[in-house]
């Protein structure tokens, strides 16, 4: 295990590959069962909260969304002591009010990806069956909302978050229907991210900034690189002040469900999981493998 230890982890989206105010910083080049991070992990103090950040597509963007190793992020976090993670994604909105440049605190998400590769930490000889109604944790949703608020940022608490494959982005036809669906955001990354996170018994929420109209809206050019690009700047800004103004109020103990996400949901008998899993698995779920 590593020595470095913190509470929070911010995983940096397109755009947000470092983390300033860090100060005391350590950077981890971590190996996990599940292969490398998507790069070395820096763990320092922010506004007196210890802090680890990961740049999710790896310094340089070289992840498209479906090579990023969530596995490994997520279990190499868990390993550091993470508690909490706040994930900063650019996403395209579906909604007229839902406008370029606002941010959106989503509680729901719908699963349209198919090339991740496993999505759980629980793949053999063992089986894990965790709640997930609720993706993300209400509580981290609502610390965010209050610092927004405070920031007077444009936020919006609440929302449904389609989650793509990629990396090309959506069809009109493909754009319309997940408006039918009623959904409010497009994103790339949330999954497997999420589900992985609340098997490891960490909250998560994301700051979804949205960037673009997706491709829907009559009276606005189709999402381009360019556009976001644009975007981007100003977004990645917002988004530093808001995790600084967070992180110390992220630092304490929780009450939220996620903290006990796999009390109840390993089915297979422990003396049927084999010892060298149970290794595996122990900075996951050791204290319900013994």
């Known amino acids: 295990m590593p020595n470095a230890k913190a509470s929070l982890a911010i995983i940096g989206g397109t755009g947000l590959y470092e983390m300033e105010g860090l100060t005391d910083v350590e950077f981890l080049d971590l190996d996990t069962p599940f292969g490398k991070p998507s790069g070395a992990i820096a763990v320092g103090d922010l506004e007196g909260a210890q802090v680890a950040f990961l740049p999710r597509h790896g310094v340089g963007h070289r992840l498209n969304p479906t090579q990023i190793p969530s596995r490994a992020n997520i279990y190499a976090l868990k390993t550091l002591g993470v508690e909490r993670i706040i994930s900063v994604s650019a996403v395209g909105s579906l909604k007229e009010e839902l406008a370029p440049l606002h941010l959106v605190l989503p509680d729901q998400l719908i699963d349209k990806t198919r090339l991740r590769g ?3 930490f629980f793949e053999k000889d063992i089986a894990a069956h965790i709640a997930f109604d609720e993706p993300y944790c209400a509580a981290t949703n609502r610390t965010l909302l209050e610092c927004a608020q405070e920031l007077e940022l444009a936020v919006h608490v609440g929302g449904l978050m389609v989650v793509m494959e990629g990396p090309a982005f959506s069809t009109r036809a493909e754009s319309l229907l997940h408006r039918s669906w009623g959904a409010d955001l497009i994103g790339m990354t949330a999954l497997p991210e999420a589900k992985l996170a609340r098997e490891a018994e960490i909250c998560y929420a994301t700051m979804a900034w949205v960037t673009d109209y997706d491709c829907w809206h009559e009276s606005m050019e ?57 290794s595996k698995l122990a900075p996951i779920a050791g204290r319900y493998l013994s």
């Open 222 to 278: 189709p999402v381009t690189v360019e556009l976001i690009i644009q975007n981007l700047l100003t977004n990645v800004a917002n988004s530093k002040e808001l995790v600084r103004k967070v992180a110390p109020r992220l630092d304490g103990p929780r009450d939220c469900a996620c903290s006990t996400a796999l009390k109840d949901a390993i089915v297979t008998s422990r003396e049927l999981i084999p010892d060298d899993l149970k």
């Open 118 to 120: 496993s999505d759980t």
